[in-house]
């Protein structure tokens, strides 16, 4: 089991930046891939970007490419989310996700969000 625990949400201007945080439970955690995912009101939860285990590998949604970068740090047990020249659609409740490197590709475990929210 692995519980995950964003921070690092807040109220920004447009062009700002925010570091979101997600802390991992558990002495597994360099075996997860681990991704954000943010959900707007009114809209679907929709996904930003992803890391492999290593944190070779890296995925990023079109919207957010070039503006966001995901990173992690096994030895803390915690990913984090670089958002650079943020924009008002930006705004969302950004959950961290996690699921088993090399299993199913469904994320299993998910935090409880922090809310980004940015001002025009």
């Known amino acids: 089991q692995v519980q995950l625990v964003e921070s690092g949400g807040g109220l920004v201007q447009a062009g700002g930046s925010l570091r979101l945080s997600c802390a991992a439970s558990?002495?597994?955690?360099?075996?997860?891939?681990m991704a954000w995912f943010r959900q707007a009101p009114g809209k679907e939860r929709e996904f930003v970007t992803a890391i492999n285990w290593s944190g070779g590998n890296t995925y990023y949604a079109d919207s957010v490419k070039g503006r966001f970068t995901i990173s992690r740090d096994n030895a803390k047990n915690t990913v984090y989310l670089q958002m650079n020249s943020l924009k008002p659609e930006d705004t969302a409740v950004y959950y961290c996700?996690?699921?088993?490197?090399?299993?199913?590709?469904?994320?299993?475990?998910w935090g409880q969000g922090t809310q980004v929210t940015v001002s025009s």
């Open positions: 558990g002495r597994t955690f360099n075996t997860y891939a």
């Open positions: 996700a996690g699921r088993l490197e090399g299993g199913s590709r469904v994320y299993d475990y």
